[in-house]
């Protein structure tokens, strides 16, 4: 990240320091006029999967686009960051919010709202069925798993008589087809069965 | 930041909210997983979300003093500091026991002493499991009635220092609270009632025997 930035740098007569902030302010939507106020700051909707590349190989270069590199990248900021704690402060950080269009407070929750939300709990819990929960504690989603793989080998189990069947028809079938029945016939036999009687 | 305490909020005993959490763990919780991608940009409204999931109340725990889940929200509910009434909800409801914790430590926390005996004391009735991680990482059975004794009597509890609370002997010496009812007490009374009237009835037979 440093390698370019010094290199402009060098160009313009900007420090780094100086072309991060001109960035910065490149990105923020109330600095280009494209929001008249910052909204409250809002929670993330979707699950951060930090393991999403663990255990992938890839090539990494110097000169390759930041989010082919090493380490997690933020296509808001464009930048990228080497481990998973950076990449999480600065996904909650000042700058990248901003970037969002977003102040670091929070919106002030009323009593009615409260009220509701804790309604609407309490019923999600009293939708939740006794199926769900069998007395030993084992969730369902256990017992389906189990059923779900004893269905997969069910499945493999037939597969297989029926590949073993498929290879002894073929066989049959090239047994008659590998010799002539009327070329045998002249030659005296009309199969492999015994002659004698 | 997203770890700094809201613009608004009332300075608490003296100081920022989130002091009241000890250094130390303060900064702990600000490094946990948990604070930095679940309890980020929470409401006193989504918060709730979170609590019902809760599994366990607790401090730190483990060789490294990791903070509970319980500690993340409670230092959560500092920064942001929600509104008394909200809190009162929290501990008014009877569905989520852990939600009524969180509130009840953070009335603790927060409230002046008497409110933390007017709305932590109705909790002395209620007698549900809790579930309290201990700090060498286990788990240990307690109960809602004898987390709250411990937030009204002790001065530490879940790694924090509680703030100072006068005693209820010297509030009801002041006349500022009355004198506690527990819902014990009924039964305790006719339970000697009932003993009385024994001992009366065997007493009167004796007398009789005796003539």
Redesign the interface.
Known sequence: MQGPEEKEAEKDGETALDIRKRKRLERDPLHQGLIVQRSH????EYQ?DLAARLGKTQVVGVNMPLNQQAGYYCSVCDCILRDS?SY??HI???WHNRALGMT????????D???K??EE??KK?EEKNDDDYLPDGIDRRILEAEQAEERAQEEKRTRKLEKKQKERQQREEEETEGADADMMAVMGFGGFGTTKK | ??N?T??EAYTIHGTNPQNLVEYIVRNKIY?T?YW??SC???????L??KA?DLKAAGGTYGGQDKPTNFMCLILKMLQ?Q??K??II??IR?E??KY?RLLGAFYMRLVGRPLEVYQYLEPLYNDYRKIRVMTKEGKYMVSHVDELVDAMLNKDHLFDIALPRIPTRYALEKTGQLDKRVSVLDEEFDEAMLEQETGTAAERAAQARRHC
């Not at chain 2, 980020?40 to 989504?46: G, K, M, P, S």
């Open positions: 700051l809002k929670g993330r951060i704690q999480l402060d909650n950080g000042k670091m407070r929070v919106e002030k929750s009323t009593v709202q409260v009220r939300r804790l709990n309490k819990k | 930041m997203a700094r809201d613009k490094q997983v930095k991608e980020f940009a929470l409401t006193a409204e989504t709730i979300d019902v942001i929600p509104d009434e909200i909800e929290y409801n569905d989520f939600v």
